[in-house]
């Protein structure tokens, strides 16, 4: 890490305030090429005029700069932020002046943060976080990444992990000192706390995906027969046009998705294809991913058509205890019960349906007290963690069961990055917005 990196670090787009960052070895220098001052005050923001050391001309004639000196800075390395004007060539010209600089060069993706994983002023699950935080769309979904931006996940695995260290120094004193006075039985003294542990963390798994659910969002399907209003619904749920509506049945031929926001909570509604026997192939193709669809679902919206007297028979055989059912058409059909009736052309039972829909969205991300996992690789990494304390309690052999402690901690290590993660690093990494 001897470069000087740099990058726009908020959006490309016009706007009145833009951010540059600078982090490395030439950093304070590319301060006084710009500014043509040798002093600063570290971390006050001080109005300055930027100039182009090399063509003299003037960059910005009015921009906020401050001045962070290792460590104290995201990177744990020198740092200088321009907040500058926002048009583009302010920012380009900029850019080519610092670019310029020897030793300097642009970000690459999370290149900032990967680089204050690097100089310890964080861990991978924080990192991850702060990309988390960044892709936020829903307050819940900000929540849970702020949670985990704290260190939450970071506490809990730094508590196993010390668990399993000494459990593995128990271990290892058994199995290297046999002849020292160490109080008999060490290995079968740490049983109990090694089938603990393994517990514990099956029951953080068994979370029903519930922090995975909510980066990507719990998927809703619409599901019913030709005509019964699924579009309709659609586009009254997303407020805008979303699929095309007619009134020739077969319209919708594949799976037309929208990300909505309820009552915080990240939702992927898909429309589908109407249920119904058919001999065209296309038509065929779409019922099916329909019905891929409806089974993949967290939750499903099935629909009737409530100027009928009978439920359609394709679209009945989905329906299951995560199903919502919902009879349209209210504003036509002249239907006496108790059951969830919804107009889309005259928003009659919208609501009660969104109320519906978003107690059924909280149960779903409903949890237990404490952090939750939030990726796959966590997920797996958990899993390794777990089949190695399996293994270490059924084997007879000392040295055996030392290893899958070993291995144990070496998983459990791959999470926060404690371990040698490289091969982790550039995938872990290669999603961050440039500049961050």
């Known amino acids: 890490m001897t470069d000087t990196i740099f990058a726009l670090s908020t959006g490309s787009y016009r706007a009145a305030i833009a951010v540059i960052r600078i982090s490395g070895p030439q950093a304070i220098e590319s301060f006084r090429l710009l500014t043509w001052r040798k002093n600063f005050v570290p971390r006050q923001a001080t109005m300055l005029s930027l100039t182009d050391p090399y063509s ?77 935080l960044i892709d936020a769309e829903t307050e819940m979904q900000k929540m849970q990444a702020i949670d985990q931006a704290h260190g939450s996940l970071l506490q809990l695995y730094s508590e196993w992990a010390e668990t399993l260290s000494t459990v593995l120094a128990y271990q290892e ?27 514990t963390i099956r029951l953080h798994l068994d979370d029903n995906r519930r922090g995975e659910r909510m980066r990507s969002g719990i998927r809703i399907a619409i599901i019913g027969a030709p005509n019964a209003g699924k579009s309709s619904l659609m586009n009254a749920l997303a407020q805008r046009e979303v699929a ?19 009552g915080g909570y990240p939702v992927i509604l898909a429309d589908t294809a109407g249920l119904r026997e058919t001999r065209n192939l296309i038509e065929a193709e779409g019922i099916r991913r329909a019905e891929s669809t409806a089974r993949d679902a ?34 036509l059909a002249s239907r006496q019960s108790d059951d969830l009736q919804i107009s889309a052309a005259t928003g009659a039972g919208i609501d009660k349906l969104l109320k519906i829909l978003g107690a059924s969205v909280a149960a779903a991300f409903k949890s237990k007290p404490g952090p939750v996992l939030t990726r796959e690789r966590h997920r797996a990494a958990l899993t390794d963690t777990a089949a190695a304390l399996d293994r270490c309690l059924a084997t007879a052999a000392p040295e055996l069961a030392a290893e899958d402690l070993r291995i144990a ?26 500049g961050k």
């Open 409 to 434: 901690l070496r998983s459990l290590g791959t999470i926060t990055g404690r371990v040698h993660v490289e091969d982790l690093l550039d995938k872990i990494f290669r999603d961050f917005c440039i």
């Open 173 to 199: 004193a058994d199995i290297e000192f046999p002849e020292d006075d160490l109080p008999g039985g060490l290995t079968l003294q740490q049983k109990p706390r090694i089938e603990a542990l393994r517990d």
């Open 56 to 132: 003299g001309k003037t960059l910005d004639f009015r921009a906020l700069v401050m001045v962070y000196p290792a460590p104290a800075s995201f990177t744990m390395e020198d740092t200088v932020e321009y907040n500058v004007h926002g048009g583009r060539a302010v920012i380009e010209g900029i850019l080519r002046a610092l670019a310029q600089i020897p030793g300097c060069r642009p970000a690459e993706p999370g290149e900032f943060t990967k680089r204050a994983f690097f100089n310890g002023k964080m861990d991978l699950t924080e990192a991850e976080a702060i990309a988390d």
């Open 244 to 262: 095309i509506v007619s009134a020739e049945a077969g319209t919708t031929r594949d799976v037309i998705e929208v990300h909505l926001d309820l």
């Open 298 to 331: 967290d939750l499903k919206i099935a629909l009737f058509d409530g100027t009928l007297a009978e439920k359609d028979a394709e679209t009945l055989r989905l329906v299951d205890e995560n199903t919502v059912v919902v009879f349209t058409k209210a504003d």
